[in-house]
């Protein structure tokens, strides 16, 4: 079984693969910023939400940064949940958005 972790205060994430732990930082593209959660999806991707980086999405040896002009309401995501339909939704402080996750593509709902 494989499991992750984000230590609090820390700049890197693991991955420990039930035998041993596998290190990630900036070298494979997550920025050093301030994360508000975490989920993993039914594909295995690991969703990361941040204060003013936007997304990163771990594919499980890279990751990938999402941000305002990649679909985003704007890059302050505070949470990550998932809904019955299998969509993700986002919340930040401008409103709420959801991804389809085998496309990336953002649905968006601003703060009135």
């Known amino acids: 079984m494989i499991k992750y972790g984000l230590p609090v205060g820390t700049k890197e994430f693991f991955k420990y693969?039930?035998?041993?732990?596998?290190?990630?930082?900036?070298?494979?593209?997550?920025?050093?910023?301030?994360?508000?959660?975490?989920?993993?999806?039914?594909?295995?991707?690991?969703?990361?939400?941040?204060?003013?980086?936007?997304?990163?999405?771990?594919?499980?040896?890279?990751?990938?940064?999402?941000?305002?002009?990649?679909?985003?309401?704007?890059?302050?995501?505070?949470?990550i949940h998932k809904a019955p339909d299998g969509k993700i939704w986002f919340t930040s402080e401008n409103g709420l958005m959801y991804v389809d996750p085998l496309n990336n593509n953002f649905k968006k709902f601003y703060r009135i």
């Open 17 to 79: 693969d039930g035998n041993s732990f596998i290190h990630y930082d900036h070298d494979q593209g997550l920025e050093y910023g301030s994360f508000w959660g975490c989920y993993t999806d039914d594909g295995g991707n690991v969703w990361f939400s941040s204060w003013g980086k936007g997304l990163f999405k771990f594919s499980g040896e890279r990751f990938t940064k999402l941000t305002d002009k990649s679909g985003l309401v704007n890059n302050n995501v505070t949470g």
